[in-house]
């Protein structure tokens, strides 16, 4: 064949490429390791960009993590910029491409190869798609750009500047928080009926409530149709046709038929796995669309390995394969390439090889993620509850409510937790937390627990740390274990949002007192409390009143009792039980959860354009 | 016997107390339930007195968790205060005591009997202990006192007030940033000769440091030996003899002859078990002197629980028993053991019980800690290095220095991270974690990864949340968690501080270079880092030039190289074994870690009094 020996390639030179060839490096001190990079940027600050925007990052440069020529100087990696990788000769060992801008040839043989492609901004068919001050993120100089437009706007207007953002995913929330912090008012569209669409729609619920408070305006479950421009909204266009892409927008029509009127507008709509290269190469894809590897992060052809957005990996939860475009598992998949490619490069000098090149595995990830939109902050790893199903799933679910450290010690926010297990063995399947501070500790400790295999029930005996400043002597996973621990001894039995308004609405004859002949919901809040509101029918006891009040009970109906959070009435379905009721269930995440399931699932049920707005301020 | 049936009485009412009384009510409607509390208050924020005493808990009321108003009114829980028990006689089931302060006798029948007796602070017999200025930090009348006198002294004095504390423990700490806090000059005494004794020295170094840069007097491996009043100050006393313990101190005499000056002690040396009452009723004691009990939190008498500070229980680390007085275990404890007395009380009554009545079990602790001292946070779980060591562990442990947050957004502060492992087989034993931000996030990352029997080398697969806000790409526990899995898997030759310094005593016939028959040291940090200083004897090659300037190193020495914190090094040591060097070896935790290491082990030697002061300063 004539190969070369000892000469790693690397397509894509961001996280996964980049962590690629520092590791195949530090194993392989003789290869030769070449990055082919077909933009301006290795190794930049990606999850940064939206935080440049928002002006909180000041320069660029701080964006760029490594220069091609730090790269070259600790790490001897030559850095191609440029060079857009076009095929791959698996006969010949050698890819080739093109020299951007103007599209010199070239070719580069290698002994192993390593794909960090990344992947591709989803980008619908929509008119206007093009148009000038239609932004993406994903780029140093798209953001950039992004941030320039966005200071001059700021300055120039004479009212407030809008922006339009769509897609309310992670990056959307991020984009959103960063142009309103630049003086914007932000429109944020999405298709879904919800907020970040990989949450359950009651905890997205709960970060909508924060947006719209925050001030920006939220349109959910409505699509963005068309970006239109001047010459449109004036009349004929005055060139080029119906598409006169050249001119800036000046609003994006919906599918519904509204119109949202910007300067700026920001696209958002998630990623797709970059197969291009391995799909042309002849490698095998997974079912979820991105490239198969194994543990070694080996594709079908024994010399090429691919780590990053491209490639589908283990849910380590689920055992099936699925995409994660994160930094995280980009990261450490990147590692592992490096580290197998550096074996498989050396070939037969592997006496130039460190002796133990080739032993990193990654047995997959949990699809941990985090945003911070504002004051408001989510979280999720493992499952949702809505994903778990759908896979098929026994499901139990729980919601806790608790301050992120203790009580006394001024300035605790609250956590909402969900807590998402299998309830014939108490493995847990998930968390997502909501709230404003301390929300990042309790998804790492639940995602710590899931990779060690612990049960719910356990998340109670965790012996975390403790002072007033960081915890509770009860850590809110720890509260959070306790409940599902009662719930999985049976110790007390649970009910969620969703079975309440299923038991609700199947109860036709349900009186004004909310006593039916089959069911009682009690309300044990203080009056305060329920003057504010209570869910129709509910009887109204106070905890602290429900002894003496028990002869406006039937103990032998079945009950159903909540306060706020869910705490208050755990305590008062013990009192009934202990007093003879027949059947007692407590609502899990109290009135707080049964909110924020109206909120969503009015939503969902009317299934179409823009109804959750109303649904928050009726 | 005629012993009563379904009544559960209490003897303590704080965290473990106050929580086993709950817990009984929440599974036994029907029990009679008493605290007994010889003190003034029940349930209240015993952690939050240092906070309350630096007025960043403002109110005295915010201590109070729950009132015995509120345990009648919610769970009809009989509270006595001011009812110290002298006596249980198990025989009569029944104990006995007197009501304070006029010491009228009461006893109390019980059918299951709780023991929540805390602890005794360690009171050595220190003369002048009882001098009316110098507090410990155990009750709300004191805090409410500690606290009086603080903001009348701070009004007063002319110059800057000074206060004193004897005991550089958690709540040492803590009580020295409350005084600082309030505009004393404080000095703290410790008789170790590092701050916070559970930690390792060289982590405690690294606090050490950041108390003296915050102010603090730090006097180390110096004893309290007497608290003189001005009667002794000025000569003869005048009245009562030596002892004139009525008037206030004016100074504390330490061992070594020191002399400090203040207006204000407080000593905080720790606690014990409080077994007096358990071990007169003949119950076991265990090795540790705590009251024994197993997982139901039974004592030797299965009619007696036990939870709290009184009680010894297993570390779920070495197996073995042991005491952790803190809050969260006392919590969970206290629970179990509301649970298990719920249904031994009941007896024959079963069917007034919660069918589901004690279930609960209490499995072990980790000893998990944390304090904020200013602005510096200092966590520990599992065993700490010497610990494990002093139970004879085969022991690895790896420093990692990195920031708590992508470095890129603003704001990242330095973590430093200590992890201690098992080198056989990978099992963690514990972790410690000192910085400014991120400390509790990461000790309870650790803590879950233990409790869920993760490898050390498993850290490095966490699938943690990350945001530039929250965390890093690769978070400082899969850094660490990546660094021992390199050691691990053999990768990189690790060496600590320890065993560096070792080395290097046994070469004496070391040169100035650093060059001698068996071992070269090498400094790879760039210029500007090495002018600070570096290890006598190290030759400084940067990183970047490291591959030009092989010639000044000898490839069939031992080499051990360094950097700042262990990651540049590291890259070194490939390097160097690429290009054939025999052994090369990277110091863990780099020079931040050998200076600790220095600053913590020149005292250990010298054993004596207050001689980190100056190391620090030389």
New interface residues.
Partial sequence: MGAVTNRIVIVGGV?AGAGAAVRA??????AEIVILEAGDYVSF?N??LP?YVGG???EEQ??L?QTPEQLW????IQVRLRHRVTAIDREARVVRGVVLPRGEEFSEPYSALVLACGSRPVRPPIPGLDRPNVYQLRTVPEAVALRRVVEAARKRSSGQPRAVVVGAG?IGL?VAEALLRQGFHVTLVEQAPQVLPPLDPEMAALVAMSLREQGIELVLGDGAREFVGPSKAAGPAPSGGENADGEPATALLLASGRRLEAEIFVVGLGVRPDVELAREAGLQLGVTGGIRVDERMQTSDPLIFAAGDAVECTD?VTGQPALFP???????QG?VAGDQAAAVAAGAARE?L?P??G??R??G????????AGTI?A?I?GLSEKRARACGLPVAVGYTVSGHH?G???GAKSLFIKLVWSPQDGRLLGAQVVGAEG???R???V???I????RVE?L????????????A???PI?IAG?AA?NRQ???VDGITPAELASMLGANADQGDDGVTSRLQLVDVRNPQETAGGHIPGAILIP??TL?ENLDKLDPHKSTVVYCAGGQRS??AA??L???GFARVQNLTGGYLAWKLYQASGRLNAAGSTNSEGQAETA
Wanted: proline share 4%; charged share 30%.
């Fill in positions: 996280a490096r530090r194993v392989n001190e003789s600050a999850c940064g935080y909180e990052i000041k701080q964006l993590v100087r600790r790490f001897r992670f991020e380590l994160l930094a995280g598992p980009a990261n450490k590692r130039k460190a133990e090149a032993r990193l990654f047995r990830a949990l699809g941990t993620a985090i945003v911070r902050t979280g790893t203790a006394y010690y001024p929300v990042d500790k998804i790492d400790v995602a710590t627990a990779m060690g295999g612990l356990e109670a005996d965790l012996d975390l740390a403790y002072a007033p400043p960081f915890g002597a009860k850590d720890v306790m621990q001894l049976e110790i905890l602290d002894r755990y305590i013990q009192i039980k202990g007093h």
